[in-house]
């Protein structure tokens, strides 16, 4: 199974960030755990929020009014919406399968 | 929210030792804690999940211990790609699934 991320690489402040994890070698309606993870340049990992194949969603509280992650199996894929972006959210987005499966990262700029 | 204490924040040491890290949780995660090892420009790799389940090719000098609040990552001889950072993350059923804050292996 492999995970690549694909989006824009630079959003407008307040504007809406938008990524798609596409998936190859795997489908993904298979009884996995799909996530967003990012990471600040420099800085540590911090987990967004996951879908399950079922629909079933959890989120950072942190960033939970602003974040929403949802699945399209006709295309094999997940994405994530972040809005109401700032500066503060510019980061490497890594798409994740339960925790093995990592995608290569996608550098998200927020800047007008 | 659970959160992750790892220590130290940076380790140097030289290869062929052995180096002993430590990730204690703010409250009980039973196992449920994932070790991975990143390097610079690329995305964190799994090496141990359920606290000492070892991850397909990791190898054995890899090894990972501990439940409840406090966990180790030991690798008994360093070798030179060994020098990354190091984050634990816990999976138990209360997200969200925080990381430690990275504890960084450097020559």
């Known amino acids: 199974v492999q995970l690549q991320e694909s989006g824009p690489g630079l959003v407008k402040p307040s504007g809406t960030l938008s990524l798609t994890c596409s998936v190859s070698g795997g489908s993904i309606s298979s009884p996995n755990w799909w996530s967003w993870v990012r990471q600040p340049p420099g800085k540590g990992l911090e987990w967004i929020g996951e879908i399950h194949h079922s629909g079933s969603t959890s989120y950072n509280p942190s960033l939970k009014s602003r974040v929403t992650i949802s699945v399209d199996k006709t295309k094999n894929q997940f994405s994530l919406k972040l809005n109401s972006v700032t500066a503060a959210d510019t980061a490497l987005y890594y798409c994740?399968?339960?925790?093995?499966?990592w995608g290569q990262g996608t550098l998200v700029t927020v800047s007008s | 929210e659970i959160l992750l204490t790892q220590s130290p924040a940076t380790l140097s040491l030289s290869p062929g030792e052995r180096v002993t890290l430590s990730c204690r949780a703010s409250?009980?995660?039973?196992?449920?804690l994932a070790w991975y090892q990143q390097k610079p420009g690329q995305a964190p790799r799994l090496l141990f999940s359920?606290?000492?389940n070892r991850a397909t090719g990791i190898p054995a000098r890899f090894s990972g211990s501990g439940s409840g609040t406090d966990f180790t990552l030991t690798i008994s001889s360093l070798e030179p790609e060994d020098f990354a950072v190091y984050y634990c993350q816990q999976r138990s059923n209360r997200p969200p699934y925080t990381f430690g804050q990275g504890t960084k292996l450097e020559i």
């Open positions: 409250q009980s995660i039973g196992n449920f």
């Open positions: 994740v399968r339960d925790e093995d499966i």
């Open positions: 359920d606290a000492s």
